[in-house]
């Protein structure tokens, strides 16, 4: 098992809340790493994968909270969602922290029959798949870095590079970093989150339209969301296609990267960003390995893996907040982090040589947020760190698993 940044602030929250709910997406490493847990721990360990836990669950939902040991793991809890309020029960007559640990591949504050059973009484913890900063054995120190740059502090030596298309392609879901033929192990994937989990969560109709749609946002990785012309495009009514969003949004396929909303004076896009969570997953929808990773598209995947790597620290992390930047005039950042101590604007480029007037839009985002930005930089292939004027730097992309 791979050591997950995640593991030290799930078991903090475990010694605080009396219940843990530990989200994300199916074959994220949950299982594993709940399970590991459980074992440091002394928690029984329990399944709704199991089909006989599972319909012991279903049909007597307030005896089998009852009769669960303390304190308990409940893997794929979603599958039972008549457990929420005989578990709050329980937790409000047990009073105790830690007392269950839950799992699921999907986001239960997202589904209405139990988004409010647990508020006050259970926090969320969310495992994406693997940054990668676990797989190459960093330390989750890319917004660290980041500040102290902005003070004046010297960065160290960037982390090796590596084949970046194939790490890219490669994404971070365990099994298909971890040795197995990724272009069967994504269409498997697919075919079992279309089979059991979306019919699971929801009624739907035109099933077989989602793999199309998933294709379409994973050509479109970092587009503004125009959910009307995406309707067109796909040829699935409005209505149905904003149910489909949030259903892949529950299942932690799709994010959105909200806009910032600075009070400027100027008029700032509202839309938010949309990325597939996993670059491997969107190549696979592109035809990677048959069909190359070039041009634009490159681009915007490399983009999203940049994206997908921020958004796995900061749910280790939060202490700082991801967002876009863009004006109606034009002028844009990828990315712009709010930390306590000011914001960072960080854009992506795929090309390892880099010159001045790459660095126009930043300068003027510079002269545009004034003493509230600490820094902003552009993320490429480079190797090193290298400053193009006050607080504007190259930044080597390979810090983001430092």
Do not use: C
């Not at 009769?67 to 009073?95: C, H, I, M, T, Y």
């Not at 699971?200 to 946002?217: F, G, K, M």
């Amino acid at each position: 098992m791979l050591p997950r940044l995640l593991e030290a602030r799930l078991k903090r929250l475990l010694s605080l809340f009396p219940v843990v709910f530990l989200a994300g997406p199916r074959q994220a490493g949950k299982t594993t790493l709940s399970r590991k847990v459980a074992q440091e721990g002394g928690m029984a360990y329990h399944t709704l994968d199991d089909p006989t836990e599972l319909a012991a669950a279903r049909t007597d939902p307030q005896g089998y909270v009852a009769n669960l040991p303390l304190p308990s793991v409940l893997d794929e809890v979603q599958r039972a969602p008549e457990l929420f309020l005989p578990l709050k029960a329980r937790v409000d007559r047990e009073g105790r922290p830690g007392a269950f640990l839950l799992t699921g591949s999907a986001n239960v504050l997202l589904l209405p029959q139990v988004a409010d059973a647990l508020v006050g009484r259970m926090a969320v913890a969310r495992l994406l798949p693997l940054a990668q900063a676990e797989i190459e054995g960093g330390k989750g120190r890319f917004p660290d870095l980041l500040l102290a740059l902005a003070q004046g502090q010297p960065l160290p030596p960037a982390p090796p590079l590596g084949d970046l298309r194939a790490r890219v392609g490669r994404g971070g879901f365990p099994p298909a970093v971890l040795g197995q033929d990724p272009k069967e192990w994504f269409r498997a994937y697919l075919d079992t989150l279309l089979s059991r989990d979306v019919r699971e969560l929801a009624q739907i109709e035109r099933l077989q339209q989602l793999p199309h749609l998933l294709a379409v946002l994973a050509s479109r990785q970092g587009g503004l969301l125009n959910a009307a012309e995406l309707s067109r495009e796909v040829g699935i009514p409005y209505p149905t296609l904003r149910r489909y969003l949030r259903l892949l949004e529950a299942l932690y396929l799709v994010v959105e990267l909200p806009p910032w909303s600075g009070n400027l004076g100027k008029r700032l896009l509202k839309a938010p960003k949309v990325y597939l969570n996993d670059t491997g997953l969107a190549a696979h929808l592109l035809g990677h390995p048959g069909v190359p990773l070039e041009g634009g598209q490159w681009g915007h995947l490399l983009e999203a893996f940049a994206a997908g790597e921020i958004l796995r620290l900061q749910a280790v992390r939060e202490d700082f907040q991801p967002y876009h930047y863009r004006e109606a005039g034009g002028l844009e950042a990828d990315f712009l982090l709010e930390f306590p101590q000011g914001l960072v604007a960080l854009e992506v480029k795929a090309k390892a040589t880099l010159g001045a007037r790459d660095f126009v839009p930043l300068t003027r985002l510079r002269d545009r947020l004034g003493k509230r930005l600490l820094l902003a930089g552009i993320l490429h292939p480079g190797e090193r760190p290298l400053p193009f004027g006050e607080g504007v730097w190259a930044l080597p992309l390979s810090y983001l698993w430092a």
